[in-house]
């Protein structure tokens, strides 16, 4: 399987900062990432797809990149609302993975 | 809107099996394929398998190849997860998540405690 590892695993930002989340897979696998963001109690929801394709809806201070097997997910100014869990998702081959999660708290 | 409706909270004994169904509305049922997903708590996301709506083709993780049974009923937009065996190590939220074959998941049903405890 592929194992996609995420960092930081918290972080503790706020409002206004630039915060950036890492994924890094164990393989290639091209551009067939996805970004979730996650509250306490609820499913969670796509932000971005394709590495760096944004949701239907999702705010565009959200943005998504790719270097090789290095994604990154970066929020351009933090708000309240951000605060949250995000996963990153590899769908590039069966079986598809999470990286095991970066939460992001609000100072 | 595009939503899953999922079953309610269900609590276990050791040993017994759950049935989690996930009731889609607001697309097109016959064009895409549902996923099942879990979290344990305070962990992360696992990926169990996905199963077509017409319900005849359906891939497992390895993992759950012995315990976990997917079906789709297309008469009610009905995908169900049986998972049999119960220990405690299977308390957790599943979730339905829609994708196409080989995409992203979006959207997600709201999760289904199962909670095994004897």
């Known amino acids: 399987d592929i194992q996609m590892t995420q960092s930081p695993s918290t972080l503790s930002a706020s409002v206004g900062d630039r915060v950036t989340i890492t994924c890094r897979a164990s393989?290639?696998?091209?551009?067939?990432l996805a970004w979730y963001q996650q509250k306490p109690g609820k499913a969670p929801k796509l932000l971005i797809f394709?590495?760096?394709s944004l949701n239907s809806g999702v705010p565009s201070r959200f943005g998504g990149s790719e270097s090789g097997t290095e994604f990154t997910l970066t929020i351009s100014s933090l708000q309240p609302d951000d605060s949250a869990t995000y996963h990153c998702?590899?769908?590039?081959?069966?079986?598809?993975?999470f990286g095991g999660g970066t939460k992001v708290e609000i100072k | 809107q595009v939503q899953m409706v999922q079953s309610g909270a269900e609590v276990k004994k050791p040993g017994a099996s759950v049935k989690v169904s996930c009731k889609a509305s607001g697309y097109i049922f016959s064009d895409y394929y549902m996923n099942w997903v879990r979290q344990a708590p305070g962990q992360g996301l696992e990926w169990m398998g996905i199963?077509?709506?017409?319900?005849?083709?359906?891939r497992y993780a390895q993992k759950f190849q012995d315990r976990v049974t997917m079906t789709s009923d297309t008469s009610t937009s009905t995908f169900t997860m049986e998972m049999r065996s119960l220990t405690s190590e299977d308390t957790a939220v599943y979730f339905c998540a829609r994708s196409l074959w080989g995409n992203w998941f979006d959207p997600w049903g709201q999760g289904t405690l199962v909670a095994v405890s004897s």
């Open positions: 393989q290639s696998v091209g551009t067939w």
């Open positions: 394709r590495a760096s």
């Open positions: 998702q590899q769908y590039h081959t069966y079986p598809p993975t």
């Open positions: 199963i077509n709506p017409s319900g005849d083709s359906v």
